[in-house]
């Protein structure tokens, strides 16, 4: 009942910009912190960013901050993660997915998370 479906990857140049969405379905998003998550190839997925519920606080990881940046519209129960200065190294799958409710953004780990979207591809490259 708790879903989210992540839409908006594609393929963006080195340096150009691609905004992805989660809109969220059964549950009313605002209540929740939701976080990004990427997965690139080889790799275990990591989170990137978080949004908390109420207050609406955000985090980043240090290697998409100043680049990234998350958002909810509560009308749209939705969030989203505007991307810019988009690298190679930026390539993955990007799911997002939310806190029990109540919890805050504080540490990024995966199995913190108990929902999950099922993501979207993101390709940069020239």
């Known amino acids: 009942q708790l879903t989210f479906v992540e839409s908006g990857g594609g393929l963006v140049q080195p340096g150009g910009s691609l905004t992805i969405s989660c809109a969220a379905s059964g549950f009313t998003l605002d209540l929740y912190s939701i976080g990004w998550f990427r997965q690139a190839p080889g790799t275990e997925r990591a989170g990137i960013s978080c949004i908390s519920g109420r207050g609406g606080s955000t985090k980043y990881t240090d290697s998409v901050k100043g680049r990234f940046t998350i958002s909810r519209d509560s009308a749209k129960n939705t969030v989203y993660l505007q991307m810019n200065s988009l690298k190679p190294e930026d390539t993955g799958v990007y799911y997002c997915?939310?806190?029990?409710?109540?919890?805050?953004?504080?540490?990024?780990?995966?199995?913190?998370?108990?929902?999950w979207g099922r993501g979207t591809q993101v390709t940069v490259s020239s």
């Open positions: 997915a939310a806190l029990p409710k109540g919890s805050m953004c504080t540490v990024m780990a995966p199995r913190a998370f108990m929902y």
